[in-house]
C-alpha cells in the first residue's frame, strides 16, 4: 500500500483525524454547555446537590455550593485542553490533506507542524498547572497528586518541532528544484 496520494494509508489517516476532529468538537460544546450551566445554575440548585459518595472505603461528600466554582474551573481547564487538541488535529488534518495530494513539502506545513508543536508545549505546562492546582486546592487525603517531569512529552515537542525545520528544508529544496531547468 502506497504512503502518499489518494488511496494511500495517509488518506486513511486524513478520514480518522477529521472523525477524531468532529468528535472533539462535539466533546468541546457539550463541556462548554454543561460548564456554563454550572456557573449559572449552581447558586440555585446547589442546596439540592449535597450527597455522600464513597472512595476507596472512605465515605466523602460534595458539596455544590462550596465546590461548584472549584468544577468551573475543571471544566476551564478540560475547555482549555480540548481547544488545544482541536487546533492539533486540525493542523494534522491540513498536513495529511498535502499528503494525500502527494505534495508534503509545502511551505504551509512548516507553519502547521510549529503550531502542533507550540500546542503541544501549551498541552505540557496545562498538565502541570492542572496538577499543582490540584495538589494546592484538594485535602491532601482526597488524591494524590504528584508533579513530575514527562521527558517522553518533552521529547515528543522536540521531535515536532525538528519534522518542522525538515519540511522547511524540504520545501526549500523543492522551490529550488523548481527553478532548475
Known sequence: M???????VSSFL????????VLIWIIAVVVAVCGIA?????PFAASHLHFNYEIAGRERSFDLLRQGPMLALVMLAVEAYLAALIVIFNRLRRVFETLTLGDPFRPENVSRLRVIGLALVALEVLGYLVRLSAAWLLPRDAVDVSVSLNFSGWFAIMVVFVLAEVFREGARLRGEAELTI
Not at 2 to 8: I, Q, Y
Not at 14 to 20: F, R
Request: glycine share 10%; aromatic share 10%; hydrophobic share 50%.
Open 2 to 8: 502506497r504512503a502518499l496520494g489518494p488511496g494511500s
Open 14 to 21: 486524513k478520514i480518522a483525524l477529521d472523525v477524531v476532529y
Open 38 to 42: 454550572t456557573l449559572l445554575f449552581q
